[in-house]
């Protein structure tokens, strides 16, 4: 299933509004254009300045070379701008399992198409190119609004991790824990059909992040 090739040569992902594109050095510049304070509110750290931006691209870069994580940038059509990137990590190849984090967007990209374009991507690709059996999502317990756009995706809530990590700042999070199997993904896969027909005849669809 995961070849040498799926981090050395990692996919595009695209349909006809957004593209997710592996992650480069290059990209930080974009990134760090769209980063807001609130975007870390919820994370393991904070990027304040470039160089924390440099530094936490440098480390996904790094973990996808290290055959852990496949980092994407997702780039708008349209405007052919960064809008926002996204990760599959937590790879295990005997349970055919996976995991979808780490995902933020700019501002102004949030409450749109976007989250559930890429949700869509990811997905169709764990499980109709890689043949997994489970995707996993994660996110903070007090991430109100993560937590509902997850289950807005169709995912099953699994329970509580209870001090599932530590904060850059101390706090000991608690972390809820989501599911998509492949039983799950017909049904799944429908309902994003169904919110983008939405999107195209009354101009709203999934509001996403």
Not at 5 to 19: S, V
């Amino acid at each position: 299933m995961m070849r040498q090739q799926l981090f050395t040569e990692p996919p595009i992902l695209e349909n006809e509004r957004i593209k997710l594109v592996p992650m480069e050095i290059d990209h930080s510049g974009p990134l760090y254009s769209i980063n807001h304070s609130d975007t870390w509110a919820f994370m393991l750290l904070e990027v304040k300045t470039k160089q924390d931006m440099d530094e936490w691209v440098a480390n996904a870069v790094n973990l996808r070379d290290q055959k852990f994580a496949l980092p994407f940038v997702v780039i708008l059509k349209e405007t052919n701008q960064v809008v926002g990137t996204t990760r599959l990590y937590e790879f295990n190849e005997t349970h055919l399992s996976c995991e979808i984090g780490s995902t933020w967007y700019g501002v102004d990209y949030r409450r749109t198409f976007i989250n559930s374009d890429c949700k869509y991507l990811l997905l169709k690709y764990c499980f109709e190119t890689l043949g997994m059996i489970r995707v996993q999502l994660k996110t903070d317990e007090r991430n109100v609004r993560s937590q509902k756009a997850i289950e807005r995706l169709g995912a099953t809530k699994e329970g509580i991790l209870r001090k599932e990590r530590i904060l850059a700042n101390g706090y000991v999070r608690n972390a809820v824990l989501y599911s998509i199997t492949d039983a799950d993904w017909s049904s799944v896969k429908q309902g994003f059909m169904d919110r983008n027909a939405a999107y195209f005849l009354h101009g709203k669809g999934d509001s996403g992040y």
